[in-house]
């Protein structure tokens, strides 16, 4: 049974950082691109960023309002994705979902809450 | 980026109806659309992918058309479960981009 799990969400003070991650099971991890998306409270859902596989050099995609701020990672010997999250604003209050980025995204997490305040 | 434009917003339907939400991409996304199903609280779940396509598991009552531009999600036999909202997604080109969503209400 694929599952994701996410894990790393708090509260930060704007400016401040954050680093989520996403621990996947059964799947071949180091198979498949990963993304993450997230969903502002009340809000619709707004894609994040992407990785791509080792056979495609690990490159990543960013939505234009986190580019230069968060970076993607993945770690496929420990089947765990990263969201590395920099000078974080209010703005990026959310529940941020790791999803599968296979045919669409097929499965998810169940998120976890990121809230910027002071 | 390519603005995903779904209708009606909301609707409210009957246990037992057919209803239909529509999809329009700003431009050509081929059929690199899937649909999302998203209960209250809970993690979207994926319908349908490449536009028709249904997802394993995903039961027979939904079904989805189109190419282009233009999509449809239709869900049959609409039972209480159903009450959700749903989401188109284009994954044709960066950065992929979902419409506003759609609230179905089963009365």
């Known amino acids: 049974e694929v599952q994701l799990v996410e894990s790393g969400g708090g509260l930060v003070q704007p400016g401040g950082s954050l680093r989520l991650s996403c621990a996947a099971s059964g799947f071949t991890f180091s198979d498949y691109y990963m993304d993450w998306v997230r969903q502002a409270p009340g809000k619709g859902l707004e894609w994040v960023g992407r990785?791509?596989?080792?056979?495609?050099?690990?490159?990543?995609e960013y939505a234009a309002s986190v580019k230069g701020r968060f970076t993607i990672s993945r770690d496929d010997s420990k089947n765990s994705l990263y969201l590395q999250m920099n000078s974080l604003k209010t703005e990026d209050t959310a529940v941020y979902y790791c999803?599968?980025?296979?045919?669409?995204?097929?499965?998810w997490g169940q998120g976890t809450l990121v809230t910027v305040s002071s | 980026d390519i603005q995903m434009t779904q209708s009606p917003s909301s609707l409210s339907a009957s246990v037992g109806d057919r209803v239909t939400i529509t999809c329009r991409a700003s431009?050509?996304?081929?059929?690199?659309l899937t649909w999302f199903q998203q209960r209250p609280g809970k993690a979207p779940t994926s319908l349908i992918f490449?536009?028709?396509n249904l997802q394993s598991g995903v039961p027979s009552k939904f079904s989805g058309s189109g190419s282009g531009t233009d999509f449809t999600l239709t869900i049959s036999s609409l039972q209480p479960e159903d009450s959700a909202t749903y989401y188109c997604q284009q994954y044709n080109t960066y950065p992929y981009t979902f419409g506003q969503g759609t609230k179905l209400e089963i009365k």
């Open positions: 490449d536009a028709s």
């Open positions: 431009q050509g996304i081929r059929n690199s």
């Open positions: 990785i791509r596989t080792k056979a495609n050099s690990y490159t990543t």
């Open positions: 999803a599968r980025g296979h045919w669409g995204f097929d499965y």
